[in-house]
């Protein structure tokens, strides 16, 4: 009924794999799980390759990014709806599987299931990300479906095979951030409307500051590169909430070039040493935006 995917690449996989299973087991669900290794380090595949009937493990010889090895789960899955799961997801409840699967029942083509972060906060070398998460990202089934094309995230979704051998991830996109964005117009532009429901997990590893946004400054070049290349560049401009903000203050650019130019350095540093919050943060990226960006 069910494959679970999850891309792997340097996490350990296996408390999530035991979670899964402890459910499929204890109520013999019709569920797979699939895990693809994207060319991890020796020692974090030698502690990921779990041996059970329920699980099939393969590991790449090539790092191949985010969009192609959700695409490639398809050579590999035997059921008829796939569930893709990030490899750092930890499951927060006993009936996750089955509140998927008692949504099956709609033939919804597309489910969202949400992610929430833990309340305690943690360092301040992590403060960033968990911050930006609790206030962006951790939102209800009722918020996420008042526009639900543009609330899909990768992290915990469940998609129709059939609807993924016809509308596939885009592969120019190897690098991290907006595969989720691109995929979400692709579905929107063929009539599909994803449902979302409360039923989310723990996004389990907070990056640091310095890595997250390192990885927001991808993200960021990734959108420049859809914005001059894709078929939906003036789709994102009305759907991506910073490409939002920097059309409306089109009129201030040079002036954000050149506050960027001048603190740029200086706010990265802060947000580096959780020094600043998600304001800074959001000042920092339309700047970042505003420098590499051509008129």
């Not at 693809?36 to 790449?60: A, M, P």
């Not at 800074?280 to 420098?291: E, H, P, T």
Request: charged fraction near 25%; hydrophobic fraction near 40%.
């Amino acid at each position: 009924m069910i494959s679970v995917c999850i891309p792997v690449y340097n996490f350990d996989i296996n408390p999530l794999v035991e979670a899964l299973l402890e459910e499929i087991l204890a109520h013999s669900l019709a569920v797979e799980i699939v895990l693809i290794d994207d060319c991890s380090q020796e020692r974090v595949k030698q502690k990921n390759k779990v041996e059970h009937n329920n699980v099939k493990y393969i590991q790449l010889t090539e790092n191949i990014g985010r969009s192609k090895i959700r695409n490639l789960f398809l050579k590999y899955v035997t059921n008829d709806y796939l569930l893709f799961l990030d490899c750092d997801s930890f499951i927060i409840s006993k009936d996750f599987l089955r509140s998927y699967m008692a949504q099956l029942q709609n033939k919804d083509s597309v489910i969202c299931g949400g992610r929430v972060y833990p309340e305690n906060r943690p360092n301040r070398s992590r403060l960033l990300r968990w911050k930006y998460g609790v206030k962006k990202e951790s939102k209800t089934a009722v918020e996420r479906m008042a526009n639900p094309n543009k609330s899909f995230m990768t992290n915990n979704f469940l998609i129709k095979k059939s609807v993924l051998l016809d509308i596939q991830f885009d592969e120019q996109l190897t690098q991290y951030g907006h595969e989720d964005t691109l995929f979400g117009l692709e579905l929107k532009k063929a009539g599909i409307t994803i449902t979302h429901i409360e039923n989310p997990i723990f996004n389990g590893d907070i990056e640091t500051n310095e890595v997250f946004l390192e990885k927001s400054e991808k993200a960021l070049d990734n959108l420049i590169l859809l914005c001059a290349t894709s078929k939906h560049a003036d789709d994102l401009t009305k759907e991506v909430s910073i490409l939002i903000v920097a059309k409306k203050i089109q009129f201030i650019k040079p002036l954000m070039r050149f506050h960027h130019l001048l603190f740029g350095g200086m706010m990265k540093a802060l947000l580096k040493n959780g020094l600043a919050g998600v304001m800074c943060f959001d000042i920092y990226r339309l700047g970042y935006l505003a420098v590499r960006m051509e008129d």
